[in-house]
T-cell receptor, first 111, second 112 residues
C-alpha cells in the first residue's frame, strides 16, 4: 500500500527560528510532491509544489526533494506565529491523479 | 473568480436522513475530488472524477454516491446518513495530471 509518513508533532520552534518538516513516501514512481498548510477549522492551501530533485525556494519557504531516499522536506525560515498550523505532505504517482496524503505535522511558533 | 465553493457550510442530520453536498468550481478544473477529514485519520478520498462524465471510487466510498453534473459541478450524496459519517467534507479540483489540487472551504456535517 502506498504510504506517506510525517511526524505528527507538535513541532515547537521559537519565533525567528527555522522550522524543518519532513515527509517520506513509499512509492518509488512518485512524480509530484506538494506541501499544504491547514489552519484549524480551515481547508488546506498550497504552500509549495516540487517535481525535481533538489531545492525549490519561494520566499521564506524551501522545499527539498530527494527521490533516491524517498523524502521531501519543507524548511520555513524566520518562522512567525502566523505559521502555526498543520502542514500536510501529499504525493502523486505516475498516471494516477489521486494524491496520497500524510497525516500532517502540527507546527507551533512561539512568540 | 469564486474558486471552489461548497454548500452548505454546516449541516446536522439525524440517522437515516439523506442529503446532497454541492461543489462547484470556476477554475476550469478537469478533475474533481471529494475527501473527508477526521481527527487522526487525515484526508481520505471518497470519490473522484477524472473528467466530465466519469467517476471512480476512492479509499472510503461506502455509504456515498456522486454525480459529475457538468465540468463545473460535482455533488456528493449520503442516501442514509450514519453517525460514522460525521466529518468535515472537502471538495477539491485540479486541471490534470500532477497539477495542484485546490480545496473548497469544507462542509462540517454532524449525524446524530
Amino acid at each position: 500500500q502506498k504510504e506517506v509518513e510525517q511526524n505528527s508533532g507538535p513541532l515547537s520552534v521559537p519565533e525567528g527560528a527555522i522550522a524543518s518538516l519532513n515527509c517520506t513516501y513509499s512509492d518509488r514512481v512518485s512524480q509530484s510532491f506538494f506541501w499544504y498548510r491547514q489552519y484549524s477549522g480551515k481547508s488546506p492551501e498550497l504552500i509549495m509544489s516540487i517535481y525535481s530533485n533538489g531545492d525549490k525556494e519561494d520566499g521564506r519557504f524551501t522545499a527539498q526533494l530527494n527521490k533516491a531516499s524517498q523524502y521531501v522536506s519543507l524548511l520555513i525560515r524566520d518562522s512567525q506565529p502566523s505559521d502555526s498550523a498543520t502542514y500536510l505532505c501529499a504525493v502523486g504517482a505516475g498516471n494516477n491523479r489521486k494524491l496520497i496524503w500524510g497525516l500532517g505535522t502540527s507546527l507551533a511558533v512561539n512568540p | 473568480n469564486a474558486g471552489v465553493t461548497q454548500t452548505p457550510k454546516f449541516q446536522v442530520l439525524k440517522t437515516g436522513q439523506s442529503m446532497t453536498l454541492q461543489c462547484a468550481q470556476d477554475m476550469n478544473h478537469n478533475s474533481m475530488y471529494w475527501y473527508r477529514q477526521d481527527p487522526g485519520m487525515g484526508l481520505r478520498l471518497i470519490y473522484y472524477s477524472a473528467s466530465e462524465g466519469t467517476t471512480d471510487k476512492g479509499e472510503v466510498p461506502n455509504g456515498y454516491n456522486v454525480s459529475r453534473l457538468n465540468k463545473r459541478e460535482f455533488s456528493l450524496r449520503l442516501e442514509s446518513a450514519a453517525p460514522s459519517q460525521t466529518s468535515v467534507y472537502f471538495c477539491a479540483g485540479d486541471r490534470g495530471l500532477t497539477d495542484t489540487q485546490y480545496f473548497g472551504p469544507g462542509t462540517r456535517l454532524t449525524v446524530l
